[in-house]
T-cell receptor, first 118, second 113 residues
């Protein structure tokens, strides 16, 4: 199962609040979990990423929490700002095999539209 | 000093036409990708090339044909365009084929009438 589930679909948070987006996966072949941020009219850009050998990674106001046994990971945005308003995609990357070769593939979650209101 | 660039940015065309989208990266990356983002913003990989060699070819209609003349370029040609092809198409690149940190272009907004 190569699917990555993501919730909520949309999120409205007050300025200064905490935004939390949750993701889940099934396939244990996944070994790299990035989060991408996409502003309207732009391409997605890597925000933060984690490997399953750690349970948490923090970069500034952004933190990934990872639960390997539950196959779940989440993004926490502390002190959310209006400039954080964007679509957030969780993703999972892993190695798969075809008939001819092995290759790495990134599967994206369906996205969460975050609006931070002043 | 754009890292991943795509042309055109917008493409409006009639059903049945053939069109191409071009992508170039100046990051020195080995791997390039095409993604399709539908109206619900769902992002799905279509193709991946590593050093000009096709490594991922998802279940995409044969009307879509990628071409990589060199590892800095990956173009997408679409034959006999259909209404359902309307979407935003993103090109991306990564340093290697291991799928880590992908750098996306600005997207090409395709509208088929």
């Amino acid at each position: 199962q190569q699917q990555v589930k993501q919730s909520p679909q949309s999120l409205i948070v007050q300025k200064g609040g905490i935004s939390i987006i949750n993701c889940a996966y099934e396939n244990t072949a996944f070994d790299y979990f990035p989060w991408y941020q996409q502003f309207p009219g732009k391409g997605p850009a890597l925000l933060i990423a984690i490997r399953p050998d750690v349970s948490e990674k923090k970069e500034g106001r952004f933190t990934i929490s990872f639960n390997k046994s539950a196959k779940q990971f989440s993004l926490h945005i502390m002190d959310s700002q209006p400039g954080d308003s964007a679509t957030y995609f969780c993703a999972a990357s892993g190695r798969f095999r075809s008939a001819k070769t092995s290759y790495d593939k990134v599967i994206f979650g369906p996205g969460t539209s975050l609006s931070v209101i002043p | 000093d754009t890292a991943v660039s795509q042309t055109p940015k917008y493409l409006v065309t009639q059903m049945g036409n053939d069109k191409s989208i071009k992508c170039e990266q100046n990051l020195g990356h080995d791997t390039m990708y095409w993604y399709k983002q539908d109206s619900k913003k769902f992002l799905k990989i279509m193709f991946s090339y590593n050093n000009k060699e096709l490594i991922i070819n998802e279940t995409v209609p044969n009307r879509f044909s990628p071409k990589s003349p060199d590892k800095a370029h990956l173009n997408l040609h679409i034959n006999s365009l259909e209404l359902g092809d309307s979407a935003v198409y993103f090109c991306a690149s990564s340093l290697t084929w291991t799928g880590e940190t992908q750098y996306f272009g600005p997207g090409t907004r395709l509208l088929v009438l």
